[in-house]
């Protein structure tokens, strides 16, 4: 009897193959958060640069704002560590905005650890 050997072998394969598309969705998903998260913290993070460089603010109101658009946009956990402050870079006062948020894992897949993102804006002059 011909092929009575690979009898069954198509579930095997099925599982086989499954088990890696599954994997792989995985990680692309997970690529996909992290770098959402990401872009929208460096978003945050500018956008607070720009409001406290403005005529009349202070680098806490940018932080404020920055912890405000975090909050609007992603969850609590990630607006907890913002900061602000005024940088001179090369003779340019710059306001600088950090944030230190989580890496996002789906899961427990995919690095844990702490990303840390900044926004630069020039002071605004009277």
Not at 1 to 15: E, K, L, W, Y
Not at 69 to 88: G, K, M, P
């Given at each position: ?63 404020a704002r920055t912890t405000e658009l975090l909050r609007a946009s992603l969850?609590?956990?990630y607006a907890q560590d913002v900061t602000a402050r005024r940088v001179d ?10 944030v230190r948020v989580p890496l996002p894992v789906v899961g427990l897949l ?17």
């Amino acid at each position: 009897m011909r092929g009575a050997g690979d009898r069954g072998s198509a579930i095997v394969d099925f599982t086989l193959v499954g088990g890696l598309v599954v994997v792989l969705f995985a990680s692309v998903l997970q690529l996909a958060l992290v770098q959402h998260v990401r872009n929208t913290c460096v978003d945050a993070a500018a956008e607070g640069a720009r409001y406290a460089a403005q005529v009349g603010r202070t680098p806490a109101e940018g932080a404020a704002r920055t912890t405000e658009l975090l909050r609007a946009s992603l969850a609590e956990r990630y607006a907890q560590d913002v900061t602000a402050r005024r940088v001179d870079a090369a003779g340019l006062e710059l306001v600088e905005v950090s944030v230190r948020v989580p890496l996002p894992v789906v899961g427990l897949l995919g690095p844990g650890g702490v990303m840390r993102l900044d926004g630069h804006a020039p002071v605004e002059w009277p």
